[in-house]
T-cell receptor, first 112, second 110 residues
Framework: NAGVTQTPKFQVLKTGQSMTLQCAQD?????MYWYRQDPGMGLRLIYY???????DKGEVPNGYNVSRLNKREFSLRLESAAPSQTSVYFC???????????FGPGTRLTVL | QKEVEQNSGPLSVPEGAIASLNCTYS??????FFWYRQYSGKSPELIMS????GDKEDGRFTAQLNKASQYVSLLIRDSQPSDSATYLC??????????FGKGTHLIIQP
C-alpha cells in the first residue's frame, strides 16, 4: 500500500515549456487535490476533484489545468511555465471534502 | 475569505517540557479541524483530527477545540528533539475543502 505517489520528484523547466505532474493513490479515495507550497504563503489549493469525472478550481488555478483520469489518478499540467510557478507541488487524497487528506511526497519544480 | 492564523515562531521549548501550539480560524461554520506535522523538505503528515469541543488525546499529543472562541490548540507532552518541525493547522469549512495556516516552526532544545 503506497498511499499517494507523485512523479517526478524534481523538475527544472525553462520559461514557456510545458509539463505534467502525475499523482496516483491506492486508498480508494474519492477526492483528490493539488496544492502548491511557497515560503511564507503556506499551502494553497490549485484544483481539486471531488469524484471521478469532476474537477473544480481552488484558490490559485491560473496557469494550470488538471485531469482526473480515473479514480486513482489526478494530473496537473503547466501549459506554459513561468518563474512564478516555481514551487513545491503536493498532491493529496481524501474520502471527502470534510475528511482527512493524505499527502504525497511532493514535486520540487524550478522554472528558469 | 476563510482564514486560519498561526504564530509563525520559531517556538523554542526545552526537551521534556510541554509544547503548546495555537490556531485561530475565521469561519464559524467550520466542522473539522486537523493538525499536520511537516519536517523540512517533506510532505505534511497528519497528527490529529478533532471535530467536537473539548480535548482529544493520542499518546503524547492532545488537541483542544473551542468553537465558541474559534480556537484550536495542540499540546505535545514530554517534547523530544524529533518533534522539531513545522506544525500546520487546517480547518474544513465545507465546499472549499481544507484551509491551512502558514504553520508554526517548533524547535525542541536538547
Amino acid at each position: 500500500n503506497a498511499g499517494v505517489t507523485q512523479t517526478p520528484k524534481f523538475q527544472v523547466l525553462k520559461t514557456g515549456q510545458s509539463m505534467t505532474l502525475q499523482c496516483a493513490q491506492d486508498m480508494n479515495h474519492n477526492s483528490m487535490y493539488w496544492y502548491r507550497q511557497d515560503p511564507g504563503m503556506g499551502l494553497r489549493l490549485i484544483y481539486y476533484s471531488a469524484s471521478e469525472g469532476t474537477t473544480d478550481k481552488g484558490e490559485v488555478p491560473n496557469g494550470y489545468n488538471v485531469s482526473r483520469l480515473n479514480k486513482r489518478e489526478f494530473s496537473l499540467r503547466l501549459e506554459s511555465a513561468a518563474p512564478s510557478q516555481t514551487s513545491v507541488y503536493f498532491c493529496a487524497s481524501g474520502t471527502g471534502r470534510t475528511d482527512t487528506q493524505y499527502f504525497g511526497p511532493g514535486t520540487r519544480l524550478t522554472v528558469l | 475569505q476563510k482564514e486560519v492564523e498561526q504564530n509563525s515562531g520559531p517556538l523554542s521549548v526545552p526537551e521534556g517540557a510541554i509544547a503548546s501550539l495555537n490556531c485561530t480560524y475565521s469561519d464559524r461554520g467550520s466542522q473539522s479541524f486537523f493538525w499536520y506535522r511537516q519536517y523540512s523538505g517533506k510532505s505534511p503528515e497528519l497528527i490529529m483530527s478533532i471535530y467536537s469541543n473539548g480535548d482529544k488525546e493520542d499518546g503524547r499529543f492532545t488537541a483542544q477545540l473551542n468553537k465558541a472562541s474559534q480556537y484550536v490548540s495542540l499540546l505535545i507532552r514530554d517534547s523530544q528533539p524529533s518533534d522539531s518541525a513545522t506544525y500546520l493547522c487546517a480547518v474544513n469549512g465545507g465546499a472549499d475543502g481544507l484551509t491551512f495556516g502558514k504553520g508554526t516552526h517548533l524547535i525542541i532544545q536538547p
